[in-house]
């Protein structure tokens, strides 16, 4: 239907041109049939076969070809008209007047859209070892005990219940469980309340809106989990970085940022990610008593630390900071030990903060999926969590055995310490190794990780990265630190001898 | 164990005191023995059975009482000192220092925390016909198909994938369905990408992140959907509220919001959450048009369009802001139709925009529950949703019959425009009547709603009501519209006659 001066010649439709019209109409679909026509015709002007000037044919003739009532012919092209891309004339039918925008092209987003505060990591190697991502093993996941739950809460009477919208605070029977279960720890308290989320990473952002005003400041180690930061970020926070050390936070560094004014503490007393470091009993004490002199709330990330591993170590598990103070506000997730992929965490605070998050969880999705919240109840309440919590300890202690005996033999020149639970391990290279600039050479190597970068605020990092675990096989650790080991010392040797090119950033 | 002076009298442990210590003692908990002692000990702090003063048994007795090893009784003593609830004197043995803070009290929740902005629409009322709340008929929803599309889903071998960690973005296969469906309604373009979201709400949420600066102007609707106002007011946005007429939003209101620099404009053109209200096909264009020239963003909630049920109409249903505009942001759901309690829905957007809300979504939750999605999908894919829809549609059609009767006989001194779709009708009181003042006394007759205050941003609305009907049966439909409208008639009565007392508030 192509025409060189399309205007000059005003009867540009004929039967040729009519003949390529062989709209997909579908008198079933939702979509009217008028639309269906003009979505077409849309269509034909995007693609480039209908141009402007081009003469659509009279809206009889095409209701006579396509079968059609002519009032939806014309239908469509008043929406076409309204669009601005045809032109009715009368006496002279309608034309083409415009070529529809084939992309968004009147507003400039980058300048509309709020400006970004996320840090890429780089783009994961496939194919490889891969110790780059905090999240437990497939390999465990008890399908068939979870089938089991699911079809329980399907075929109970409740589904129909289930299936109408909630309540903010979250499926009343999976709140009464865990609130249960945090009295009986000694976590929650009479004063407390319970707030079910989408996992623990909606919880702090739901506590961000609660407790953080653009320009506070808030302490949070460093290094520490991205998602965390980031969300900080985003809402104006003025970050300050608490050093963590392979004993937990550093409690001079504390000491500094309370003193420069944090009002928010957020800390990970148990297998922090991403460094795996656990703070004793003490050093616990000595937090608390820090924040309450200072007026600060303290957010406590309580996800990792039923993941422990090493035989004994739970009878002597040191206690939550919200055990020792009630004012602290605890986050719990069943994503760490259970399916990362079925999102429901929780937030054990005093009363006057659940209801403040309660609200904002009104706000941010009105509640937590029902469904899901039913099915990790039933697999909690059955025994089956406890079962498979069992399974992923006896798992990961083969998984730490291997990851202790390689990093020994391979990882000797590294600065490092073995958690004895949760998922990730930190890893200091030796003499000026820059954790961005061996990821290249370890990827073709065949493994991956993280670099110390991502997880930094104002300090460096560069010679650090994560390693985890918890998602890998024995064997596959083994290889993957041999490996890793091997990529060390070669760019170890290069340094050394200087006869190699600097490695490229990745 | 109550001393009186305590101090004076050291030796105030006995044989007789101990007897009451009778700790739930459990060696499987995971919660280690020591803890589980610490916590009773806490406990009969907190409770008054242990005071100030009172001595505790010595380590070695009560270990050997209660069975336990010694360290473990140390242990829980530890920790009770660590919290400065017991303090040891050498030789003197351990002493109850302090009674445990029975409620947070060092930190002032309400400075703390950030002020809500969320007005609440008072108790809804137990028992009666309520016209409260917007949501469909738990009786309709099919429950066996429901059932087979999540036994399908739980039985298919994607189910470990299913489980573990996603895609901020959405579970792949959803988002290809729907965006293949929003090509095929001609709403989405080469130009846009989609996100999957916890229902329209945390799409609005992410939009709000996205699009809007503390100050910044919004133009709503008004009345407006609540959950949608007060999230913008919580993000610090200045609104204005473009009035809605029975022909959705009016151009001149919506022209003053422009010109006084509305950024964003957030619309339901057809079937609006309160009024019901549906813009012609020649207004949405001029809509369109004013925001293009003024380079405001659209965001449309394009969540009820689907519920059209006067016969013919769908025939006609004028299209879409996004099919006119590539630059509009389309907001869709499951709720409406299907099971609000599985909270998933979507935006379809240019792709900017889409790149920007998917890495808030990754630090509001990471991702969208992937089994919901999963079984969302099955139940659309499988034809079950459009069946479903039928059926809707067709108990819809006898609930507006069953509200144009009763309305049109029992509340003609209203004004009022039954819709053609949706779940929601607007309703104005006649002379002064207070919606507010007059909900006490339909809720003693037996029939709630909710008041046109709530729905309010600048304009009083004190005369306007919401009914949502699509909850209901015809049969209730019928009667709490009698009820209502004779409800309104002995107000109208007293108002005349004044020989009332004024209504109170409820």
Same mark, same amino acid.
């Given at each position: 239907?192509?025409?060189?001066? +399309?205007?000059?010649?005003?009867?540009? =439709?004929?039967?040729?041109?009519?003949?390529?019209?062989? !709209?997909?109409?579908?008198?079933?679909?939702?979509?009217?049939?008028?639309?269906?026509?003009?979505?077409?015709?849309?269509?034909?002007?995007?693609?480039?076969?209908?141009?402007?000037?081009?003469?659509?044919?009279?809206?009889?003739?095409?209701?006579?070809?396509?079968?059609?009532?002519?009032?939806?012919?014309?239908?469509?092209?008043?929406?076409?008209?309204?669009?601005?891309?045809?032109?009715?004339?009368?006496?002279?039918?309608? =034309?083409?007047?415009?070529? +529809?925008?084939?992309? !968004? &092209?009147?507003?400039?987003?980058s300048?509309?859209l709020t400006p970004s505060f996320s840090t890429g990591a780089g783009a994961p190697a496939n194919?490889v070892?891969s110790f780059a991502s905090s999240r437990?093993?497939?390999?465990?996941?008890?399908?068939?005990?979870?089938?089991?739950?699911?079809?329980?809460?399907? &075929?109970?009477?409740?589904?129909?219940?289930?299936?109408?919208?909630?309540?903010?605070?979250? =499926?009343?029977?999976?709140?009464? =469980?865990?609130?249960?279960?945090?009295?009986?720890?000694?976590?929650?308290?009479?004063?407390? &309340?319970?707030?079910?989320?989408?996992?623990?990473q909606?919880?702090?952002?739901? /506590?961000?809106?609660?407790?953080?005003?653009?320009?506070?400041?808030?302490?949070?180690?460093e290094p520490v989990y991205p998602g965390l930061k980031n969300l900080f970020l985003e809402?104006?926070?003025?970050l300050?970085?608490?050093?963590?050390?392979?004993?937990?936070?550093? /409690?001079?560094?504390?000491?500094?940022?309370?003193?420069?004014?944090?009002?928010?503490?957020?800390?990970? +007393?148990?297998?922090?990610n991403p460094?795996?470091?656990?703070?004793?009993?003490?050093?616990?004490?000595?937090?608390?008593?820090?924040?309450?002199?200072?007026?600060?709330?303290?957010?406590?990330?309580?996800?990792?630390?039923?993941?422990?591993?090493?035989?004994?170590?739970?009878?002597?598990? +040191? #206690?939550?900071?919200?055990?020792?103070?009630?004012?602290?506000?605890?986050?719990?997730?069943?994503?760490?030990?259970?399916?990362?992929?079925?999102?429901?965490?929780?937030?054990?605070? #005093?009363?006057?903060?659940?209801?403040?998050?309660?609200?904002?969880?009104?706000?941010? &999705?009105?509640?937590?999926?029902?469904?899901?919240?039913?099915?990790?109840?039933?697999?909690?309440?059955?025994?089956?969590?406890?079962?498979?919590?069992?399974?992923?300890?006896?798992?990961?202690?083969?998984?730490?055995?291997?990851?202790?005996?390689?990093?020994?033999?391979?990882?000797?020149?590294?600065?490092?310490?073995? #958690?004895?639970?949760?998922?990730?391990?930190?890893?200091?290279? #030796?003499?000026?190794?820059d954790a961005v600039s061996l990821r290249g050479?370890a990827q073709?190597?065949?493994?991956d990780y993280l670099p110390g970068r991502y997880f930094s605020i104002s300090r460096p990092l560069d010679?650090g990265l994560r390693?985890s675990?918890?998602?890998?096989?024995?064997?596959?650790?083994?290889?993957?630190?041999?490996?890793?080991?091997?990529?060390?010392?070669?760019?170890?040797?290069?340094?050394?001898?200087?006869?190699?090119?600097?490695l490229a950033l990745v």
């Open positions: 239907m192509r025409r060189d001066s +399309p205007i000059a010649s005003p009867i540009c =439709y004929n039967r040729k041109a009519v003949a390529p019209f062989r !709209p997909n109409l579908d008198p079933s679909s939702p979509t009217p049939l008028y639309r269906q026509l003009g979505i077409y015709l849309r269509q034909l002007m995007e693609s480039g076969e209908l141009h402007r000037g081009d003469r659509l044919p009279p809206t009889r003739e095409l209701a006579a070809k396509l079968g059609l009532n002519r009032t939806t012919v014309s239908a469509a092209y008043d929406v076409l008209e309204s669009e601005g891309l045809i032109k009715g004339e009368v006496g002279r039918g309608s =034309y083409v007047s415009a070529t +529809p925008p084939a992309r !968004p &092209d009147t507003l400039n987003w300048r509309v194919g070892i437990p093993s497939e390999g465990l996941f008890p399908i068939e005990d979870f089938r089991e739950s699911c079809r329980e809460v399907l &075929d109970s009477k409740n589904l129909k219940a289930l299936l109408q919208l909630g309540s903010p605070g979250g =499926y009343e029977p999976l709140r009464r =469980y865990l609130l249960d279960h945090a009295v009986g720890a000694g976590v929650a308290r009479e004063s407390d &309340d319970i707030l079910i989320t989408n996992g623990c909606q919880a702090l952002d739901l /506590l961000r809106r609660a407790l953080v005003r653009p320009g506070d400041k808030v302490a949070v180690e809402a104006g926070a003025d300050i970085g608490v050093a963590v050390t392979a004993e937990g936070i550093d /409690l001079y560094s504390l000491r500094r940022a309370l003193d420069a004014g944090a009002k928010v503490l957020v800390v990970t +007393p148990s297998f922090q460094t795996g470091a656990t703070m004793s009993a003490s050093a616990r004490t000595e937090v608390r008593a820090m924040a309450a002199n200072a007026g600060a709330v303290v957010i406590e990330s309580d996800i990792y630390s039923e993941l422990t591993y090493a035989s004994g170590d739970s009878a002597h598990a +040191p #206690p939550r900071l919200k055990e020792l103070d009630p004012n602290v506000i605890l986050l719990g997730s069943f994503s760490k030990i259970a399916f990362p992929g079925i999102r429901v965490g929780w937030i054990v605070a #005093p009363r006057p903060v659940i209801a403040r998050v309660t609200e904002l969880k009104q706000l941010a &999705d009105l509640h937590t999926d029902h469904l899901s919240q039913a099915f990790l109840l039933r697999f909690a309440e059955s025994g089956r969590l406890a079962h498979h919590q069992s399974a992923v300890i006896a798992a990961a202690k083969e998984q730490l055995r291997a990851l202790e005996q390689t990093c020994r033999r391979f990882l000797a020149t590294c600065d490092y310490k073995v #958690p004895r639970g949760g998922m990730n391990m930190w890893v200091t290279l #030796p003499g000026d190794l050479l073709q190597a065949g493994v010679s390693l675990f918890a998602g890998l096989e024995p064997q596959e650790i083994r290889k993957g630190i041999e490996i890793l080991g091997g990529v060390i010392h070669s760019a170890m040797r290069g340094r050394a001898g200087d006869t190699q090119p600097a």
